[in-house]
């Protein structure tokens, strides 16, 4: 009886320990992640959105908004402002042209 318990409790351990790590350490990580951004992301995005005057219909060349943000490598930045949906790629012929959305001139706002 008392080995039984044993491999249950050893069963048990092996199972739901990783388990129940893995999902502290998410709760811990995204209760310790400050934002949702970097914050090279986050001074490219203040920086399309006082470009943009306003209007998210402006469409803006990256590099040119990466240069008054003082970034010579923005590429991971972009990519990321664009997955979180705070910048939209144009319709418009080549990769560097984009247009802030609403939403990111909310987070471009916050603090």
């Known amino acids: 009886m008392r080995e039984h318990l044993w491999q249950v409790l050893t069963f ?4 739901f320990g990783p388990t129940i790590g ?5 709760m811990y990580e995204s ?3 400050p934002s949702d951004v970097t914050k090279r992301a986050l001074r490219l995005l203040k ?3 006082k470009a943009s ?3 998210p219909r402006t469409y803006l060349d990256v590099r040119e908004v990466a240069e008054t943000a ?8 972009l ?3 664009v997955q979180l949906r705070y910048l939209e790629r144009s319709n418009l012929p080549g990769d560097v ?3 802030i959305t609403p939403e990111g001139m909310r987070r471009a706002g916050r603090k």
Do not use: K, P
Not at 12 to 15: E, N, P, S
Not at 22 to 26: A, L, Q, S, T
Not at 70 to 77: A, N, S, V
């Open 79 to 81: 990519q990321q402002l």
């Open 47 to 49: 920086v399309f959105n």
């Open 53 to 55: 005057g306003g209007d």
């Open 12 to 15: 048990a351990a092996t199972f």
């Open 70 to 77: 003082g970034l010579d490598e923005y590429e991971f930045e």
């Open 22 to 26: 893995f999902i502290f350490g998410r």
């Open 97 to 99: 042209v984009f247009w």
């Open 31 to 33: 209760a310790t992640t």
